[in-house]
């Protein structure tokens, strides 16, 4: 039974199918939700409109992108045209335009939910915190299981037609390329509306936040859904993509191929149909703790994995190692994610350290959170240190007899599909975030009352906390991931050596005493800090043009600082500002990562391609990791004095509290999530192009 | 003749000599400097006294610590004392010990005479630029000749001596020991006394920078001394004595032993000869540029070096592959000079945008002095990788039949010895610096006149355009230096394989992709995170210690915040408190380094442990390079804003370039510059417990 691929094969499909399904009736059961005020869906509409030109803009962008990509890819890949069988660089290129896709229509359902579910859950907010809370929450499941879905149907339907792993590799690449463009194009956009809505209203114009005068303001709500569900989404599209493709290309490279294999697939299937079960058991009573629901159902839905996961090994006879491996990589994620909270949850020592640290002034809030953000790099690199080294120790006895080398890294791999396996759990709490989020916006704008006010305060702050946990999971993940992706690179660069006669030597691991592999090392460690901070000045820029946008508004039309509610300020003039901008800055950035591993793979070949891909892990981890955390530190640090401690709102510390909240934004919504997806894109260009570089490199 | 061991030996100790020699004259030189002044003398006194109590403490404190260490060296190293000749463990104590104290007398020689030079200096600018400028870098020279002098014939004695380059790592640690307590501690010393001086005085009290009547100014100016005197000549000791013993430990190991420790003692001596005429070339006409006169003199010495070395390999018929090595290094150390340069220069791109971005408050001039400092990580990498890889590939062709990987390592080694060859000159453009900025200091608390003032004013840009350049040579030494100890490292295990007779394999590298090397290098790369976090939040502890007691002062020293010449404030008591601190702070992060060492060691043995020295050299060389040229950028900019841009001193603009500078001075001039010295510090401890490791790890 174990063998029998096929059967694993149509379940996958048809449980992404039930994904599917439930996020239809989902979607429709929030669409029902009442909804009658009418200021409300004005502004919800413009924001709707704004999301959606956004998309549009980006989704075209990324088709130049995508097809210049699929050429590329069909002259030269697996292998160049003129040496190889046509029909894999087609299977190929096909691979890595559905991967694209797939991934945006997934990202443009979590879109269309999002700005329905925000006015919904606005709306609910009069009622109670419950239905609110079922608003919010629902909508953002519905992009869990469209992702979720999407991204199993598209790795099974892959490798049901061509019968190749590596063409998986080119549909994960394909969510790669999108997930760069959401995720970093969206953080760019999400934080030049949020800086200069806050610089030039707040700061120097003087106008209240979240004020319908400022231009900029639906712009700042729209980055909300780009950035935070449609970027987000993408990324986890793609990490949970890259797992299951580095997955399936060692597995097939193993012995007992099909079992491995079905495994994956059969893993892959619980693990959604989990977060299905997790996603109805989301419930919360009148005056709970929605932090509380939220941390219940991932619990819910990771004991369902491991349980559900374990029956399928016995009953159809997997090994108990493998399963090991998955479960240590479950179990780790929530232990990172543990450690996470910790720097950032306002209850503990970090936060309230640098909210102390405010008091002295800005320099000091600034340099308390960085070390905060540094020292918590710490429990995460060990975390997924010890989680590599035990999924490794586990299943390498199965190679047994010179294959342990190939058998440990298949057991890292299912680590991060076990690490990913309840990702639908994980987007629907992370996309349930910026929807109470703007769900509280409108309760401000739309003049919804105090007492709802306060419900959305209470499920934002809930987004918040939750975040953090999820964030950490997510980060785990990719590290995993792409350790596993080494792993693939190695497997792709043997079947390369094989497939073409070259008569050299099969490699075996890359030791960094070599000074190729060294050279490469440092390269690629370099990459993430130069990729960040491209995007960091990407940001800075950006928002300088939509600030002075602004400016000529307030100064062009009359009435609009005065309040005229007849003068009404050119809202979509600023949203294209961001788009363009948000575009045009993360094109250099994503072809710089991809042009240095190439250059890296043509001169010093597969041995510095192996260094490079592994100083691009190390160094992008510590990166994400202190970004986001110190990131997500100082937010929660700003929230806390706001609170009324050290002084509170528009006391000393408070001034400090917002610039380290202003440098955190981008680290933590621009720069550090987007490295994530950096990393992926580098080790799958590496694996892709491993046969040119065996074939041209000068070393 | 290449082969006469005693011969180069002698010729390295005369070369010592001849450099102590040099030393002496320059110090009665500047000590016959006319001096007249009163009030210099009085404040001059104070500093002097100052910096001898924290250097007597800092002492004290090491001596304990050392003897700890001693012991315990004695015990465990090479090989615990029960298994093995306790001759060596007695020579391997001693020599560490003897590092400690080379290095201490030579820091105790660079503390007395900056002390001197400063005030010789402040003077001498009432005649004029030339003998100021004089009197400054003469001063700064000695501490050159004292540390090179020392570290030379230390390492040459020991060899001499013992016969054991082993023994050489034991006298390379404890320099390393000294230097991780005057470089750290000098560093918390120094960034404490500043940002407590500063935000106490001029923030809350309101009166002016190095105004007498703040308890903390003697403090700020004793922190100079200590911190980039003492603690930068203990920073360059270690890093060249670790570049020779790394080179000597892997000579001893290869072919024709004799002939290559004797080029490796002939190019270091020579290297010292070269800075010596160096020094007395240095001059400049009244009216001159004295950037210009520094650079050149770095220039003269390469070329001396070059040239010297050459005329060496051909008459003593070494090899010129490995001459070739050294070259390398000394011009990629040039290149790498200049990429600092670029990313700090007040005339460049960086520095002029980071400035702009002040205009739009401290959020912003924040991130886009990080995203530039991120950006300068590139280069550094690409030339210390380049640099690396091209002195393997000449020199491993020597080992052509099996020892080309040992060939190689050694000639990264040779590499670092050449860009460490000229650090005589280094250290003496680098400590002119403090003197001359304490030289401005006094001209200012003195009433030394405006002309005086403009001439300091004039060096001491000089000194921090030109130690840009210097610094990024260090960290790209100090990053070759410990790829060679990873070689080192491989060695000392080879070496312990063999004598224990353990029956096991010897190893011949770190493969990244062995689970136990990947958890090993994720560990270390989180380690200097850390440990510069740890410094970070001590400067923090510390300097609010510190604006307690100015508070207290203020409160109940009567007729002190008027001015009362009568009320003088206790400056004694703030330089207890840094000097307490200091100390107090440094040690729980020195020792999170060792102990993570040896717990990942006892964990994972050997493989863990060349992960992990790799992760550490990687993110080590990440953050020292980020924090040292953000901070460096910040600095400038501040300065280039006083210089009146963008609206000058005290414009909003210049509020937030202090922020950046003053969240760039821990970056600066704790953490980063820091970070070698446990990178080095960590790479030692490894090589010395392999034995350890081997015997007692549990995997």
């Known amino acids: 039974m174990g063998n029998n691929l096929l059967f694993f094969q149509v379940t996958a499909l048809v449980i992404s199918a039930l994904a599917f399904g439930v996020a239809a009736w989902l979607y429709r059961w929030v669409a029902k939700q009442p909804s009658s005020n009418k200021k409300v869906a004005e502004i919800g509409k413009l924001i709707r409109s704004g999301a959606n030109t956004f998309l549009a803009k980006e989704y075209k962008a990324l088709v130049r992108f995508a097809l210049v990509a699929a050429v590329l890819i069909f002259v030269f890949l697996p292998e160049p045209i003129w040496k190889s069988d046509i029909l894999s660089n087609i299977s190929m290129a096909v691979s890595y335009i559905c991967g694209t896709v797939f991934s945006a229509i997934a990202g443009k359902i979590g879109i269309s939910i999002a700005t329905i579910a925000n006015m919904k859950s606005a709306e609910a907010a009069t009622k109670g915190i419950k239905p609110s809370f079922m608003a919010g929450y629902r909508g953002g499941a519905v992009m869990g299981m469209a992702v979720v879905g999407a991204s199993l149907l598209g790795v099974t339907l892959v490798y049901l037609i061509t019968g190749e792993t590596t063409a998986i590799l080119g549909f994960s690449f394909g969510a790669s390329s999108l997930a760069l463009f959401a995720k970093a194009g969206g953080g760019i956009f999400t934080k030049t509306a949020d800086v200069s809505a806050d610089l030039a209203g707040k700061v120097e114009l003087g106008i209240p936040e979240d004020d319908p005068r400022n231009p900029a303001v639906i712009a700042d709500n729209v980055g909300d859904n780009v950035g935070d569900v449609a970027g987000m989404g993408a990324d986890l599209f793609d990490s949970n993509v890259a797992s299951m493709a580095a997955a399936l290309v060692m597995a097939a490279s193993l012995g007992d191929v099909k079992k491995n294999i079905a495994m994956v697939l059969c893993y892959a299937a619980i693990g959604l149909l989990a977060s299905i079960i997790g996603v109805f058991t989301a419930n919360m009573k009148e005056g709970g703790d929605p932090t509380r629901a939220l941390n219940m159902n991932t619990y819910v839905t990771t004991v369902i994995y491991g349980v559900l996961t374990a029956a399928a090994t016995y009953v159809f006879d997997f090994n108990w190692r493998i399963w090991g491996a998955s479960a240590v990589g479950l179990l780790v994620g929530t232990i990172i994610g543990m450690a996470t909270d910790y720097f950032t949850n306002d209850n503990k020592k970090p936060v309230r350290m640098v909210a102390k640290a405010c008091e002295s002034g800005p320099a000091f809030t600034i340099t308390s959170g960085v070390s905060y953000g540094l020292m918590s790099i710490l429990p995460a690199m060990i975390g997924i240190g010890v989680s590599a080294l035990a999924a490794y120790k586990l299943v390498s006895p199965l190679g047994a007899g010179g294959n342990e080398v190939a058998y440990g890294m298949f057991g890292i791999s299912m680590a991060a599909v076990g690490m990913l396996s309840i990702v639908g759990m994980i987007i629907s709490n992370d996309a349930y975030g910026p929807i109470v989020d703007n769900a509280r916006g409108l309760v401000e704008m739309g003049d919804l009352g105090d007492k709802a006010l306060e419900i959305t305060d209470s499920l934002d702050s809930a987004g918040n906390t939750v975040k953090a946990i999820t964030k950490g999971f997510s980060i785990g993940a990719a590290g995993l991931t792409v350790i596993a992706l080494l792993g693939a690179f190695i497997t792709e660069v043997n079947d390369a050596i094989e497939a073409m006669g070259l008569g050299i030597e099969k490699i075996t691991g890359f030791d960094v005493t070599s000074p190729v592999v060294f050279f490469g090392l440092l390269v690629g460690a370099a990459i993430p800090a130069v990729f960040s901070a491209m995007l960091m000045l990407g940001v800075d820029r950006n928002a300088q043009r939509m600030i002075a946008e602004i400016h000529r508004q307030f100064r062009e039309i009359v009435g609009l600082k ?138």
């Open 562 to 699: 005065e309040g005229n509610p007849e003068a009404k300020p050119e809202y979509d003039k600023c949203i294209e500002i961001a788009t363009v901008g948000a575009l045009k800055e993360l094109i250099p950035a994503g072809l710089m990562a991809i042009i240095a591993t190439l250059v890296v793979g043509f001169i010093g070949g597969v041995q510095a391609v192996g260094g490079y891909i592994t100083g691009n892990i190390v160094s992008g981890l510590i990166f994400a990791l202190f970004m986001s955390n110190a990131g997500g530190l100082w937010d929660n640090t700003k929230k806390y004095i706001e609170a009324g401690n050290h002084g509170g709102k528009n006391s000393d510390a408070h001034k400090a509290g917002v610039v380290g909240d202003t440098v955190g934004d981008p680290f933590k919504d621009t720069a550090g999530p987007s490295i994530n997806t950096q990393i992926t894109v580098v080790s799958l260009v590496s694996s892709l192009a491993a046969t040119l570089f065996l074939t041209f490199s000068i070393f």
